[in-house]
């Protein structure tokens, strides 16, 4: 009985959970096993997707591996008879398939694997249906927005290259670059360009080259190939969205003009073939020197189009008469002077001609009016020391008298006193010498001025 009780009592006494076992109260190998094939039997059967690397019936059975596609890890697979029938001729290995698997622990021998409910292959129809989807999602995100795009650089100091290790693609990209532009500079990248690494790998590789300063622009290139080949590897999503946050522009140079990835959607220049990218990255240097001496010729002669122009300019103005004989112009312009001169100065004799005409006819006016020219035809004044007698009454006999004649005057005494004439004749003479005798009085009192400047020349000016 003590026997059976120290039995019955020593799985009582192991820990119940692994938290509470330690090295005096451990759990044997064989319950840890237990609990683990417990715990992991609990898992949900899962649908993943791997590469088929191995595939081997054996007794109905089929023992197969899995491997990740992008990762270096692989699980044993197993499918029974029920399910491997179905398997086999449907699965090949090195095909991607999708698996409903559930984990299962070999108790004696702590052996992982998983056993297989479902298999199939994964179609290519499959796989561009995925491609097609994320395209629409990521175009729905904006990421191949034609605003995103960078422009590329005319002449690049240099070129970021990711290609595959000693590639058609990178051997056509050099060559045709260096045949258009010789002094083009590389930053090359070896990396896997197929399979499930290749997305890893070129993501890695474009980082690394967009951190440098020296890369103006970076060209993604592989050449052609199966469609699985070319368009899956080159439309991952983490690859994508890589190329949308890289601040250096990107050319996609994927395989042919009829293979479209992801890349090409995303990329900020698409070249057809990765030899047709050349044409993108660098300027043809021949037909840059044509371009050059062209352009040189055209500005020589444009130049020399518009010296002869001003030639022809300067020589049409020398030969205007102003410069070719500019006396003539002087010699006009003395004549014009001296012709108005000379109708200034005839002008002028004119004017002094009707002056003095007009002077002596004034003169003549003034002479005939004068005092002195009724003296010279005879005429006397009598003046006597009042002033000037005009009645002869109011003289005596015996009064002193002075008398004005044409030359001279002379003193006279009054002799005899007579009275006017009568009758017509007396009145006729008396009129006549009534007016003479107005004159007389009108002149008298200027009478020795009048004579002193009878021989004056009257000056005046022509009223104009």
Avoid at 169 to 183: E, G, M, S, V, Y
Avoid at 243 to 259: F, L, Q, R
Avoid at 269 to 287: I, N, Q, Y
Avoid at 377 to 403: F, H, K, M, N, W
């Amino acid at each position: 009985m003590t026997g059976s009780a120290e039995q019955s009592s020593g799985p009582a006494a192991l820990p119940a959970t692994s938290q509470e076992t330690s090295p005096d109260t451990p759990w044997p190998l064989s319950h840890f096993s237990g609990k683990l094939k417990a715990h992991i039997e609990k898992v949900s059967p899962t649908w993943v997707e791997g590469q088929l690397v191995e595939f081997t019936l054996r007794n109905g059975n089929a023992w197969m591996t899995l491997r990740d596609l992008e990762q270096e890890i692989s699980f044993n697979a197993v499918a029974w008879r029920n399910v491997a029938s179905g398997l086999d001729g449907v699965v090949q290995p090195g095909a991607r398939v999708v698996a409903q698997v559930k984990p299962n622990l070999y108790a004696k021998t702590g052996r992982l694997s998983l056993v297989t409910h479902q298999m199939r292959p994964v179609g290519l129809g499959d796989l561009l249906a995925r491609v097609e989807q994320l395209k629409r999602q990521l175009g729905a995100e904006g990421l191949f927005d034609p605003a995103r795009k960078k422009p590329l650089p005319v002449l690049p100091r240099r070129i970021g290259l990711i290609t595959g290790r000693d590639s058609d693609a990178k051997k056509d990209i050099l060559r045709n670059t260096h045949a258009r532009w010789a002094a083009a500079a590389f930053e090359i990248r070896e990396v896997t360009t197929q399979g499930a690494a290749a997305p890893v790998d070129v993501s890695v590789a474009l980082a690394e080259l967009d951190a440098r300063a020296d890369v103006d622009v970076i060209v993604i290139a592989r050449g052609g190939g199966a469609l699985e080949e070319v368009v899956l590897p080159f439309s991952d999503e983490r690859l994508i969205r890589a190329v949308s946050e890289a601040s250096t522009p990107v050319v996609s140079a994927i395989g042919h003009e009829a293979d479209r990835p992801l890349l090409d959607e995303v990329a900020d220049v698409r070249a057809s073939t990765p030899t047709g990218s050349a044409r993108l990255l660098v300027v043809d240097e021949a037909a840059e020197r044509v371009q050059i001496t062209q352009s040189r010729s055209r500005m020589s002669s444009g130049v020399e189009r518009m010296i002869g122009r001003e030639v022809e300019w300067l020589a049409a103005l020398r030969s205007r008469p102003v410069l070719a004989a500019p006396e003539t112009m002087v010699a006009g312009r003395a004549e014009e002077i001296a012709g108005l001169r000379r109708r200034a100065l005839v002008s002028m004799e004119a004017a002094a001609a009707r002056a003095e005409d007009w002077i002596a006819q004034a003169r003549a006016r003034v002479t005939a009016l004068s005092p002195q020219s009724t003296l010279d035809r005879g005429y006397a004044v009598v003046q006597d020391g009042e002033g000037i007698v005009r009645d002869a009454a109011t003289l005596s006999p015996g009064d002193d008298v002075r008398v004005m004649v044409a030359a001279g005057e002379f003193d006279a005494d009054v002799r005899e006193v007579r009275e006017r004439r009568g009758g017509a004749e007396g009145r006729d003479h008396g009129q006549d010498q009534g007016q003479d005798q107005g004159q007389t009085d009108e002149a008298a009192r200027d009478t020795r001025t009048t004579r002193d400047t009878q021989d004056t020349d009257i000056t005046q000016e022509e009223p104009r």
